[in-house]
C-alpha cells in the first residue's frame, strides 16, 4: 500500500510538472541552439549502453563471490537502524517503480512539450540518455571494484530461512537507483537549462525531489547504506551535469542572432582568422 502511494504522488509531481509546462514559450523565448555531432553522440552513446546491458548480463562472472568490503563504518551502521523498514519490500517496489519508471518519464516526456520541434525534443532525449549511460558505467565499474556487501545481506534481513547467494549481494557500492535517477534528473535539469526553456526550474525541482525519494527507499529497503546513496546522487548528478555540458554547451551567437562563423583567409605571408 506505501509504494502504492509513493508511486501516486510520484506520478502526481510528474504530471504537475507537465501541466506546468504544457503552453508553448513565447516567441521572443526561442531556445538556444546545443551543439551536437551525431557521429560522436549516437555511437557514444549505443555504446555506452551496450557496456551498461552487457556487464549486467555478466554480472555472475564479473562480480565478487566475497565481500571486499565486509564492515559498514559507525555512520552507515547508525543511519541504518534509523531508516530501514524491516524486509523493507514495499520501499523496494518503490524504489523500482520510480528509478526506472517515474524519473525518466517525466525527465524525458517534458521535452516532448517545450521543445520547437520534434527533431530537437529527440536530440535534447540523446543528450539526456548519453549522460545516464555514461553514469551507469561508472557505476557499474564501481560496484564490481569494491565489492562491497549489500546490508541486507549482512544482516541476515531476508524473509526466507536459507539466502542463497546472489551475484548482487557484493554489490552495495555505490547505488545504482540513486546514481540512475540522480543523473536523469541532473541531465534533464541541464538540458533544459542550457536550452533556456521556461520549464527548467521545475525539471530540476521536481526531478531532485524524486531521485532523493528513490535514495531514501533503497536505504528503506535495507539494500544500501546511506553512503551508498549519498555517493550515487554526487557521482550521477556530477556526470549528469558534466556530460551536456561538456558535449552540447550553447552554439555561440552574434549580437544579430546570427550563428558565429570563423573563416581563414590566407594571405602572402600568414593566414587572416575572420568571425
Known amino acids: 500500500m506505501l509504494a502504492a502511494r509513493a508511486a501516486a504522488l510520484a506520478l502526481a509531481a510528474a504530471l504537475a ?27 557514444l552513446t549505443a555504446g555506452a ?15 565478487p563471490t566475497t565481500c571486499r568490503w565486509c564492515d559498514p563504518p559507525a555512520f552507515d551502521r547508525e543511519a541504518r537502524k534509523l531508516l530501514v523498514w524491516g524486509y523493507g519490500q514495499q520501499a523496494r517496489t518503490a524504489s523500482d517503480v ?51 556487501e549489500r546490508p541486507f545481506v549482512r544482516y541476515g534481513n531476508y524473509p526466507e530461512p536459507v539466502h542463497k547467494p546472489d551475484p548482487d549481494d557484493q554489490l552495495s557500492f555505490y547505488s545504482g537507483h540513486s546514481s540512475l535517477a540522480f543523473s536523469f534528473a541532473a541531465a534533464a535539469g541541464t538540458v533544459s537549462s542550457l536550452r533556456g526553456y521556461r520549464s527548467a526550474p521545475w525539471v530540476w525541482g521536481v526531478g531532485m525531489a524524486l531521485a532523493t525519494s528513490v535514495a531514501y527507499f533503497r536505504v528503506a529497503a535495507d539494500k544500501h547504506y546511506l553512503s551508498d546513496v549519498l555517493t550515487g546522487a554526487a557521482v ?40
Open 17 to 43: 510538472l507537465a501541466a506546468a509546462v504544457a503552453a508553448p514559450l513565447p516567441a521572443h523565448a526561442a531556445p538556444h541552439a546545443l551543439h551536437y555531432d551525431l557521429a560522436l553522440d549516437v555511437p
Open 98 to 148: 520510480l528509478a526506472f519508471g517515474v524519473v525518466p518519464a517525466a525527465a524525458l516526456a517534458q521535452f516532448a512539450l517545450v521543445a520547437d520541434s520534434r527533431r530537437d525534443a529527440l536530440l535534447d532525449a540523446l543528450f539526456v540518455v548519453e549522460a545516464v549511460a555514461l553514469a551507469a558505467d561508472v557505476n557499474q565499474i564501481v560496484k564490481l571494484s569494491v565489492g562491497r
Open 49 to 63: 549502453s551496450v557496456i551498461w546491458f552487457g556487464t549486467e548480463l555478466a554480472k555472475s562472472q564479473l562480480a
Open 236 to 275: 550521477g548528478t556530477a556526470i549528469g551535469v558534466a556530460a551536456p555540458r561538456l558535449l552540447h554547451p550553447r552554439e555561440r551567437e552574434s549580437e544579430a542572432g546570427a550563428p558565429q562563423r570563423v573563416a581563414l583567409v590566407p594571405l602572402p605571408l600568414g593566414v587572416r582568422v575572420v568571425f
